[in-house]
């Protein structure tokens, strides 16, 4: 097929319809295009030559094959457009913005809109700087430990949290999780001797009294409510009562719900 050409563009800038490289058969002024026809070679072409006079310095700036891929390996980079929400949208039938690019000054964003979860299989996830923000209904419980259950081997998470001396409640805040934690034992570390402490949640005594027996010295709760010690979610346990002159460590065991 030989080439032609169609000045309906803008003045001075052809439109070609050929079936070879434009690169090496046809020479235009810049801004005119080019689409190749021949089969296997379909794509879409800008002539980039410097100034106004005709040449021969053509892009490939579009190759879809006969699928509608879009072959990219001649590009160096993608420039969306600025101030955009959105910029792209890449989907499939029935969710047109599965991936979104958004370029909105200052709210600048990329979205996963998808049903199912969005995977890393290799590589895995390195958060250089700022934030990895979660609600907290979309926590899996599997991937921090596993559901108790009765004759089951069930991983626990002990928390521990300094008290100073003297009077007024520690709190220690339990980590945000789907279904909860409940409180099965609790035990201070004193500086020194003096203090009474216990565990509670709210108003209502998780564990008996513990009284500081002096330096580094362990006292057990012998009382644990296992009511009153539920946390649906996360919450915050506290630790009440009246220490001695050194303070110490609480330290607080949680299982899930």
Avoid: H
């Amino acid at each position: 097929m030989a080439s032609y050409f169609v000045t309906s563009i803008a003045p001075g800038q052809w439109f070609y319809v050929t079936d070879a490289t434009p690169a090496a058969t046809i020479s235009a002024p810049r801004g005119s295009l080019a689409i190749r026809t021949d089969v296997g070679n379909e794509s879409i072409w800008i002539n980039v030559t410097a100034g106004a006079n005709p040449g021969t310095d053509w892009e490939r700036i579009i190759s879809p094959d006969i699928n509608g891929d879009l072959d990219l390996t001649g590009v160096d980079q993608i420039t969306l457009l600025d101030n955009a929400s959105p910029a792209l949208d890449i989907g499939s039938t029935g969710l047109l913005n599965l991936l979104r690019f958004i370029t909105t000054n200052g709210a600048e964003a990329v979205e996963y809109n998808g049903v199912n979860p969005f995977k890393i299989n290799t590589g895995g996830l390195n958060v250089v700087a700022g934030t990895v923000a979660l609600p907290e209904a979309s926590l899996d419980v599997a991937s921090a430990t596993t559901d108790a259950a009765d004759g089951a081997v069930t991983a626990s998470l002990v928390l521990r949290k300094t008290y100073p001396a003297g009077a007024g409640p520690t709190p220690v805040v339990l980590p945000a999780r789907v279904g909860g934690w409940r409180v099965v034992d609790a035990y201070i570390v004193a500086n020194g001797a003096g203090g009474t402490l216990r565990v509670k949640n709210g108003a209502n005594n998780i564990t008996n009294a513990m009284a500081e027996g002096g330096a580094d010295t362990i006292t057990r709760a012998t009382n644990c409510s296992l009511t009153n010690g539920v946390f649906l979610s996360g919450g915050t346990v506290s630790l009440e009562g009246v220490a001695g002159t050194s303070g110490g460590s609480v330290f607080i065991r949680v299982e899930p719900l």
